[in-house]
T-cell receptor, first 111, second 111 residues
Framework: GQQLNQSPQSMFIQEGEDVSMNCTSSSIFNTWLWYKQDPGEGPVLLIALYKAGELTSNGRLTAQFGITRKDSFLNISASIPSDVGIYFC???????????FGGGTRLMVKP | SQTIHQWPATLVQPVGSPLSLECTVEGTSNPNLYWYRQAAGRGLQLLFYSVGIGQISSEVPQNLSASRPQDRQFILSSKKLLLSDSGFYLCACGTGGPEAFFGQGTRLTVV
């Protein structure tokens, strides 16, 4: 299926730094989701966004649904070692459609 | 809330041997069910999805097949494994909303 363009592909940062990653698409999505996958585990839903312009926080995580409905970003503030993993964005156009996933951002945090 | 069980967690199989991976869901009824494959360090590739018992849609041609014998059971099979079938297999379910929830995954190594 169609892939969302997720960037960066990987990040290696120092503990305490802030992190930003984003997803873009040439098509409109009506729902944006952000998942985190720990090594050897299945992805876990972090944040779900349902309205254009919506800004939602979950602890140190903040995600926004772009106004154009063609992009979304995820920020992590004050990173810690347990933030290590692969972060995936996903979009859904309409009810009943499949989720389209981005290629993932691999985050590595140096203590 | 739903719980997704996948087994086994890891599997090493010789080339040419058959495969059967099972996924069961608890806490919901009539879910949409999905099988994804993830190559090492890569994104999620949708293999199959099912909207009901006996209803299977394939997203990519491959050496694998899927079946849904019961409402909350989804099985991924192969008659003869290839080396290229190695990967991390994830079962996921959708329960009416736009989100998908993942199992813990099965790491398959074909030797």
């Amino acid at each position: 299926g169609q892939q969302l363009n997720q960037s960066p592909q990987s990040m290696f940062i120092q503990e305490g730094e802030d992190v930003s990653m984003n997803c873009t698409s040439s098509s409109i999505f009506n729902t944006w989701l952000w998942y985190k996958q720990d090594p050897g585990e299945g992805p876990v839903l972090l944040i779900a966004l349902y309205k254009a312009g919506e800004l939602t926080s979950n602890g140190r995580l903040t995600a926004q649904f772009g106004i154009t409905r063609k992009d979304s970003f995820l920020n992590i503030s004050a990173s810690i070692p347990s933030d290590v993993g692969i972060y995936f964005c996903a979009g859904r156009r309409n009810a009943g459609n499949m989720l389209t996933f981005g290629g993932g951002t691999r985050l590595m945090v140096k203590p | 809330s739903q719980t997704i069980h996948q087994w086994p967690a890891t599997l090493v199989q010789p080339v040419g041997s058959p495969l059967s991976l099972e996924c069961t869901v608890e806490g919901t009824s009539n879910p949409n069910l999905y099988w994804y494959r993830q190559a090492a360090g890569r994104g999620l590739q949708l293999l199959f999805y099912s909207v009901g018992i006996g209803q299977i849609s394939s997203e990519v041609p491959q050496n694998l097949s899927a079946s849904r014998p019961q409402d909350r059971q989804f099985i991924l099979s192969s008659k003869k494994l290839l080396l290229s079938d190695s990967g991390f297999y994830l079962c996921a379910c959708g329960t009416g909303g736009p989100e998908a929830f993942f199992g813990q995954g099965t790491r398959l190594t074909v030797v």
